[in-house]
């Protein structure tokens, strides 16, 4: 490691890449658990999909950093696995690794073609915010529903929440996950841990890509992660003085993603919080070397790939309940987030209003999913309101 980086890093840079790598996988693994389990993956694929999101995010992100030269913070896509958690039930598991396939696909395609890419950067952050905002609001609702079965576990989520995002929020996740937990062993409804492996394990699965599966989960799949994730980490790293050229960005975590999807790794992408811990001065006061940190933070994730079926198993344990409830609670600054760019611009509230509404609602029709649905009802309605307004 000496040779690697000249000398080794500072303290500030270790501590700041491992807290960074806590906050980014144990704030939403319980999301990740639930969508894997709800697209039909077994214990042993959850355990892959993880091991494979682990070794996406350390192996890209350390390449990256590497080769640019700059702090690349990459994370599995959080909003992506509140859609795919959110999905039409029935799908199968090799339908899923499809649906990864394809949006992989769309992601490199993005980078690799120019004109793609300026198209993109026309895609209204509104309509794609509110189409986000409304996948994540039915599950930050579920968790004060379950105030009714366990009012306990809910105001002790909430309150430990509050008062973290007042006086320490960056680790309010961590520590609402933490309190969650401590309640389930005090209480005793921990379940066994479910057989399985404990070291990490890939389990390839054949894909089957289903037309229907790819218009309504995947190109929706696709988009989120590109305006709630790539967009903003590349805002990031631009912050921190940093001048990345979003090609090798996109297709490099595109491949990356490709290369793990087999495995169930649902999105392999940029960082937008974790990327500014790692990127702050704070983190390193070399700019010039601050590169070190990405690599610090991409080898915590390869640590993390050893010891993912067993965390998985562990969260397999929980009650649903609890596994619902501390998925409610790591949403909330997602969709406040949503909510903020949903309603950012004046002129296209009402786009993004109808987006959201269409969205939540659960629609179904011709067996397309909501988000699907969501976003031709938003950007029907920003067309008709942009050509009656210059008519």
């Known amino acids: 490691m000496t040779a690697m980086f000249g000398r080794l890093p500072p303290v500030p840079a270790w501590s700041s890449a491992l807290i960074a790598g806590l906050v980014g996988f144990g704030g939403t693994i319980a999301l990740v658990v639930q969508a894997m389990r709800h ?10 999909a993880v091991t494979a999101l682990c070794l ?8 990256l950093s590497w080769r640019l030269r700059m702090p690349v913070v990459l994370a599995w896509s959080t909003p992506g696995a509140a859609l795919l958690a959110a999905a039409t039930a029935g799908l199968s598991w090799s339908v899923a690794i499809g649906i990864f396939l394809s949006a992989a696909l769309m992601m490199i395609l993005l980078g690799a073609v120019p004109l793609l890419g300026r198209l993109a950067e026309r895609i209204p952050a509104p309509i794609a915010s509110a189409m986000l905002a409304g996948v ?30 007042q006086r320490f929020p960056l680790y309010a996740l961590l520590l609402a996950l933490a309190a969650g937990m401590a309640l389930t062993l005090l209480r005793g ?68 993603w490709l290369a793990a ?5 649902h999105g392999v992408n940029l960082a937008a919080i974790t990327a500014a811990i790692c990127t702050a001065e704070e983190a390193h006061p070399d700019h ?13 994730y390869l640590l993390l790939a050893i010891f993912s079926p067993l965390l998985v198993r562990l969260f397999l344990a929980l009650p649903p309940s609890v596994i619902a409830a501390l998925t409610g609670v790591a949403l909330i600054p997602a969709l406040l987030g949503a909510m ?23 629609l179904a029709l011709f067996g397309l999913g909501s988000a699907f649905w969501g976003l031709v009802v938003g950007f029907l309605a920003l067309a008709a309101g942009r050509f009656l307004r210059r008519a």
Do not use: H
């Open 56 to 63: 996406g995010i350390g192996v890209a992100g350390a390449a």
């Open 39 to 48: 697209l039909g993956a077994s214990t042993a694929q959850t355990g892959s």
């Open 340 to 362: 903020g760019t949903m309603l950012g611009a004046q002129e296209d509230r009402d786009p993004a209003i109808l987006t959201f509404l269409a969205t939540g609602s659960g």
């Open 189 to 256: 409804d921990i379940e066994p841990l479910p057989p399985g492996a404990t070291f990490g394990t890939l389990i390839p699965v054949a894909p089957v890509f289903d037309a229907r599966a790819i218009l309504s989960v995947g190109l929706p799949l696709f988009l989120v992660t590109l305006v709630s994730q790539n967009l903003p980490g590349l805002v990031v790293l631009r912050s921190a003085g940093y001048e990345p050229a979003p090609r090798p960005l996109l297709v490099g975590t595109g491949v990356a």
């Open 261 to 265: 999807a087999p495995f169930g790794a």
């Open 136 to 165: 994540l609001l039915p599950f930050c609702l579920k968790l004060f529903g379950l105030g009714a079965a366990d009012p306990l576990l809910v105001a002790l989520l909430v309150a430990v929440f509050v008062a973290a995002r």
């Open 288 to 300: 010039g070397k601050r590169w070190t940190v990405g690599m610090l933070y991409a080898a915590f």
